[in-house]
């Protein structure tokens, strides 16, 4: 399946399919230098394919370590510093080959090499059908996540979908949330459908049919960014269960996508409180436990810690903590939420979880 971005220019091909590398050749050729960073344990599991396309088109290869730990101010200081002694000019491509965390990070570095040159995501995770959309790249500061980056369109998203085959469920969990998300800003129907798919760990561990919910969410996720893709209004949206997430993620270090799924239940308590809607909290903690996402963990949770945290949250004003909050399925709003009524909810939350 072959999306395309419609922005008045610089648009670019997301192609979402099995054995997708093939395509790579029409977007390489013709540049001087080809650099493929590639996630490490991607590297070890998948070294023939990647072998054969640094022989192909005489291309070099980074291997950079695996996961966040990537996107640090001075491991890109290091890295960039390296790709500059190798004399390379504007006519280079870097190609990323990992999961969200190379993504963010190789598109950062194109941005700022040479003032910028080109650059190919190559998602390997399932969270990554989101992040390697969009154009939003970055690293993290000592100050918090993602604060040091730029909005840079890659040439191309190149998604395939053979790689999923060595993710570990721990991380297929994380992406299906963001997956999840994007169904729940779609309409009831796409929730609907997407539950009935992966009713259970099994079914989600076989990822049938996860073909067609990537593109769901990619095509979800490419009408909010294409209105808005500085995220001064509708992309905010793309944020649902990241207030609350982003405070357990950042306190517990458990996976993004494990605490956005807790931040999505949380959120639907608030909704229920504050826009008198009439969520079922039991299906939706049902769900997440019939998935087996790890929620021991929520026993640990404090209020006063993780309200703190959401006080750091970027979409707050002067006003203190900003949410989305689902008016309904598919009608995302933001929001202040005063924290009386986060309290309240916090409340409820563990009290579902107990
Ligand atoms: N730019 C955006 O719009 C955006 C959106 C959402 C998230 N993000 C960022 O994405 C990152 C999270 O992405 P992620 O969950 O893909 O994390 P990740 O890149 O850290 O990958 C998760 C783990 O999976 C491993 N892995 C990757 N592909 C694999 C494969 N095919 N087989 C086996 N193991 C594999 C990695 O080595 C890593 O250990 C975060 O840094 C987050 O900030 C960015």
Redesign the pocket.
Known sequence: MILETTYSSDNYPIIVEHNALAHLHKYIQDYKDVVLIV????NK??SIALDFITSEYDAHKVIIP???ST?SLSFYAETIESLLSRKLTRDTCLIAV???????FTGFLAATLLRGVDFIQVP??I??H??SV?G???INSKHG??LIGAFYRPKAVIYDLD??A???YS?IL??YA?VYKHALLTNIKAVNEIEQQYHNANTLENLEEIEYYLYKGIETKLNIIINDEKESNVRKYLNLGHTFGHAVEYEFKI???HAVMIGIVYQFIVANNVLNQDFDIAHFVKYLQALNYPLDIIKQFKFESLYDLMLKDKKNDQQGVQMVLLDGIGNPIVKHVDRTILLQSFELFIKHFE
């Open positions: 996630d490490a344990t991607v599991e998948w695996s996961g966040e996107k990992g999961g969200g965390a190379t993504g963010d390997t995770t969270l990554a989101d992040s969009g939003k790249v970055g996540k993602n790689f999923l060595t993710l570990p991380e994380s992406g963001e996976p993004h996508g």
